[in-house]
């Protein structure tokens, strides 16, 4: 439910709050308020909210559903206890409706098929969170009226957080109902989407899975598990893409727009060095033959971060497909708008049809930049004796002859040697990325990529290690996506930054972030690191990875006792659906500790493992 819009719209007052009440305010929600507020949530009357608004969208449906097949239908299917209607002179039926007296057995049904539903994909907690963070501003305003400042500044963290929460709790009935009214609204309204999407057509297959989802029929044997719907939270998939150190420098200079003029003004060049030496030489984007006439300026504005998801489609595609009998593949454009998400277009008969032309246009044309973009060794991009060498090998496709304009949008494509030769040499250079990082907007998301782009690199290079959650700079950060501090507009600044972060969260393209420490002004701001969360399924994926190394085996007594204590871990914080950080925070250790015990890295210490033995009798009687 992370699409609602925003809800809470009330000013402070007189009392103004400054950054750092607004960081506390988040803070609050610490794991014992959060399982708190999700038992009380989960008893309270939002269930029966979900179901109302569901109950009408769902039975809607049915009827319409029913309506449009009334022609290929026998009448004697339409006589059913929960179905009424009339019919004309003509015999044709009318006025098609409900029986009232089965409305309260739906209620019913569909208030337990909402919290099953709620508690098989963990949505309570993401409820809880939804409606923390649209109730800072009130309850900070209802707690300034209860204490003063000075008396708010002397709490503990821990009193602190509990009087927020409890203000919190005794708000206005009439303000809890309407938002969680909104929250209802909203989530009715995705469920059936995601409805549609697995029936995209009415039936009369559909009318059966609308008669047992509402509850008016029982459902027949072995049927349950196939007309069961599928949760909203669709799982997400991943691509695989190059995780060399060129590769990822030759999509920040790509999508940052990295690049300089050439001193005879002959192309655009951008350095792929990094300061460890792990890539070198520069990118160069050269003009086509008319360069008289192309400014440099529009060169470099055309390429983005729409070409960088059209490199990463590339490389998915290639690695997914090629053989080493047949290194280019062939590519349409339609495969890379499949993977970036984009629905076809319906047709005058309303099924889905094709994409538009002018998406097809916008990949053939970012496919011509690429096949400008050449690697050269050279640091300073000068001619090395036919050392540069194209990144993408791209050539229209001649095998394949479509009707129309079709065939405009087929290529062979293969990636160039620059990119594939520590592949050719067996080592193991591919990161896995969220398919969702394509899905979002290039434009309004760009910082979103760019950051999605740096995690999936920077995780494949801890993996070795296992420091999936060493904090990372925001200087370095901020450097990577390409985003510019200034201190006249540092407000805004950090606000753009947490909403990216807040983003990658919400879509999943990580698990959860939280700076190393609160800060309490914009000034040391920079100073910060933040600690980010991969989500399970890389960890999972690259535990699968043998490292190089292996750790150090402890005594064998030692070992008996603790060596399968990282993977109970694993297994209750996966029950508990907890994030690795908010496990270490309820246990009260670090969050690299939990890390390197679940990857198998690191045996616990005796003080370490009598706190993750108590977490986990607490947990295993709650």
Known sequence: MKELANADSMSLGRQELNQEWLEKAQYALNPSNLRSWTAGIRFSQVPDMIASHLKSAL???????????????DKKSLHKAHVIYCTDDCGNIRDLNLSPDVSERVDSHLRRLVVDRLDQGNVWEDAVRWYWNHSVIWTMEAMSQEFDMRTMSCMSERTWSKVYSKTLCYANPERFNSLFNIYAKNFAHLYMQS?????????????????????????AAGGQGILRPKMLKEKASYLTTFSMAMYHQLRKAVAAQEFTTHDDGSCLSASLETPSGSSSGRVILKRE?????EPSEKIMKEVNDETVDLMDSICHLWLKRFTPLQERITIHADDILALRGLRKQKNGQGQRGGYKSEWRERISAHMDLLDRLWISPSPNGESSFGLEEKAFIISKSHDLQREGNKGDYIWEVRPGNPLVQDLQKGKRQTAILSKR??????????????????????????????????????????????LQYQKSR??????????????LRDKEVIAGWQYDRIYRNGRDWLELKLVIEPPQAIIDQYAKI?????PGRPPKSERTSLCSLGEQLKKERLRKKLTQMQAAEDIGIAQTTISKLESGRRVPDFKTARKIQQWLKITASS
């Open 437 to 482: 990082v394509l899905e979002m907007d290039p434009y309004r998301h760009a910082y979103e990529k760019r950051a999605a782009r740096y995690f999936s690199w920077l995780w494949r290079s801890r993996q070795s290690r296992g420091d999936y959650l060493e904090p990372i700079g925001i200087t370095t950060l901020l450097d990577a996506i390409h």
């Open 59 to 73: 039975l809607n449906s049915y009827l319409n559903s029913i309506a449009q097949h009334l022609e290929e239908m």
């Open 289 to 293: 033959h008319n360069f008289c006439i």
């Open 195 to 219: 409805l549609q999407k697995e029936y995209p057509d009415s039936s009369r297959y559909n009318l059966v899975f609308y008669e047992e989802f509402l509850g008016l029929n029982a459902p």
């Open 490 to 503: 540092s407000a805004k600044t950090i606000e753009r930054f947490e909403k990216m972060m807040d983003t």
């Open 546 to 550: 043998k490292s190089p190394t292996k």
